[in-house]
């Protein structure tokens, strides 16, 4: 009964798509929904919904696969697609630049992060690329790496989560890339990289479990499915009270932060399905949490 949910349906009280793929808050309260299989949808403050076939038409998105949304540091929307690259839409202009077009064929925005400076890269199965649109539209590609999540760090240096080659550095001053020995397994599919209150940085895997790291990134404790029941991490985020939510492909998982005890929670327990989305964990101001499913999403505080 503590569970909200908002399943995919065709009226307006339904989501356009089931697998929530990301959630971005905006400066109005509200979250922005990228979804694999029914676009982009928006979820005001009071629970209304705007569906992909309202929003597409205004930002002239054809695509219904959606791996990512961002609000860039100018207000701008940063939506990353699956096969056809990253575009940008400016609500002052009213402009659409769609950078697919000018990338290297069958480039996805996974991942998008946006430096400081105001610098935009985002990343995906075929490589890691930089954009600009400061005097004409332009996409650089930095490297092969398969991206699947960033994390930046105070120095102004990017961790790179990767598909095969684990956690990865981005020097964002000269777009230099090197591969970290952390976690120290071959061909490691990171999933999604969290950053603790205490500096912790929490990397969830596909397939090897949840590994706890310290702000100089070793080893400091890891999660296997002998504890929290699945080693396929999709997820992860604190509530108010730093205790630690862990999205996984076979339920949501509670770590208590004072105790240590660690609870499951299941479609027994009102979620929508058990297979929770990837890097689809968002908690609003109110302290709100979010989390996509392969079926829906699911809020609760």
Not at 63 to 81: C, M, R, T
Not at 180 to 190: E, G
Not at 251 to 280: H, K, M, W
Request: charged share 25%; with cysteine; proline share 3%.
């Amino acid at each position: 009964e503590q569970f909200h949910l908002y399943t995919y349906g065709s009226t307006s009280r339904h989501i356009s798509g089931k697998a929530v793929r990301q959630i971005t808050g905006t400066p109005d309260g509200g979250i922005l929904l990228a979804t694999e299989d029914g676009g982009l949808n928006y979820i005001d403050k009071d629970g209304n919904i705007t569906r992909a076939e309202t929003i597409h038409r205004k930002l002239g998105i054809e695509a219904k696969n959606i791996h990512s949304v961002e609000i860039s540091s100018d207000g701008s929307l940063l939506v990353g697609l699956f096969l056809k690259g990253l575009v940008k839409y400016d609500p002052v202009s009213g402009k659409t630049t769609d950078f697919g077009k000018i990338a290297e064929k069958g480039s996805s925005g996974f991942c998008i992060h946006e430096t400081e400076d105001g610098r935009i890269y985002y990343g995906g199965p075929s490589g890691l690329f930089a954009v600009s649109d400061k005097e004409k539209p332009a996409v650089r590609k930095i490297c092969h790496l398969s991206s699947f999540c960033f994390l930046p760090r105070e120095d102004g240096t990017v961790l790179i989560g990767t598909r095969k080659n684990g956690i990865c550095l981005l020097d964002t001053e000269n777009d230099r890339t090197d591969t970290l020995s952390i976690p120290p397994l071959d061909n490691l599919f990171i999933t999604y990289l969290y950053r603790g209150h205490d500096g912790n940085i929490y990397v969830g895997t596909n397939n090897n479990g949840l590994f706890v790291l310290d702000s100089d990134l070793r080893i400091k404790r890891t999660y296997t499915k002998a504890e929290i029941f699945s080693n396929g991490i999709k997820g992860i985020i604190e509530d108010k009270k730093e205790n630690l939510w862990v999205g996984t492909d076979n339920g949501l998982i509670n770590i208590d932060s004072s105790t240590g005890n660690i609870f499951r929670y299941t479609v027994t327990d009102g979620l929508p399905a058990n297979q929770l989305n990837y890097a689809s964990a968002y908690m609003d101001s109110s302290g709100q949490v979010y989390f996509g499913t392969i079926d829906g999403l699911v809020s609760f505080y």
